[in-house]
């Protein structure tokens, strides 16, 4: 490396093709604990910036000197005044990450599922929270499914592959980080779907995303089919594209299924949550391909980056899907739930529209891990 910093979109690389890194984070340590970059491929030390500035020359005896160092924090400031200290003691071979935590929390990186006629299928994938996006190109028209806030990564994108975006669809109202769905939709004069029984307190204009819609996507006919599929909230709604794609929100994921308890109705959501997963989906091909919206681990992604399996796969390897009592299933899904996600209650009220939080607000609502699945 020459340059005196590291981008987010070198680390994102490194995880896709599972390069090795050092990574010195100087963040708490309950911090570092709660939420890091991560991959199987990188080697960690947390050492907090308090005690680096205390005694900066114990940290270089412990540090590799063969290695180039990757040095992150929650914005990179104090990352940048421990690669200071660092080089002061002697050390050339460390970098800070630009921006720190709160970059990479934002950063999107695209990769290709499928081609399809008249384009293709990507995955946005928000590797610092566990958030996935899709755009589905077809011709000179696109679609973007579960669109993050971060609206001009999405029209640069499309812009770059000669598509304009002309739909902007939410599968259902997000608790867990702040949807840029009706955003992008103003952005780009695009038409916003959501489902309407997620919609009741919505503040803004919308399509109505249900069950038995289809919507079509450029000259190649692309068809994008709308399956009712509650349980996450009471109006998620799967997409079917072309009959080969299986775009399942936060109902259904790789290595688990979705929590029903992010407005407070986990007892009244339990019961939809099954019907959908062992009915619903149980009735559907078993050679769809599932693209959810999270994913909670590196150990859900194929060797490509992407995050995606059949659905037979996961019938037959999500534990989620293989609990056939229903009373196991019920104390399943509300007794043993991880923490909320932080900042739930606003992010959703955001995403109503009822308050707008300034920019450096909403990111900070949105740190943190995914906390979406059970």
Known sequence: MTNQTVSTDHVAKKILQQKPMYLLDVRKTSDFNDWKIESESF?????????????????????????????????GISAGKTAEKLKEAGME???????????????????????????????????????????????DEAAVIDPTRMTDVFVHFAKEKGATIRYAIDTH?????????????????????????????????????????????GEA????????????TIGSTSLIVNQQFLFTGDILFIDSIGRPDLAGK???WVGDLRETLYNRYRKLSSSLIVLP???????EMNQDGSVAKTLGDLFANNHGLNVEDETSFRKMVTENLPPQPNSYQQIRETNMGKINPASEEKQEMETGPNRCAI
Not at 223 to 228: M, P
Request: glycine share 8%; aromatic share 8%.
């Open 221 to 232: 006919t692309i068809e994008v089919e709308a399956l009712y599929s509650p349980g996450h």
């Open 43 to 75: 080697t960690y030390k947390n050492v907090p910036f308090s005690e680096v500035k205390e005694d900066v020359d114990a940290l270089v005896e412990e540090l590799p000197k063969d290695r180039d160092i990757i040095i992150t924090c929650a914005k």
């Open 266 to 268: 986990a007892e009244d």
């Open 293 to 299: 919206a999270h994913f909670a681990t590196n150990h």
């Open 173 to 217: 109202l997000h608790a867990d980080h702040i949807s840029g769905g009706q955003a992008l939709a103003e952005q780009t004069q695009a038409r916003y779907y959501l489902p309407p029984k997620d919609a009741t307190e919505v503040t803004y204009e919308y399509e109505p995303l249900e069950g038995g819609n289809t919507i079509t996507v």
């Open 93 to 139: 071979n460390v970098y800070p990450l630009e921006g720190g935590m709160r970059a990479w929390s934002e950063h999107l990186e695209p990769v290709k599922i499928a081609d399809i006629e008249g384009g293709a299928i990507y995955q946005l994938i928000r590797l610092g929270k566990g958030c996935l996006s899709y755009m589905v190109i077809s011709g």
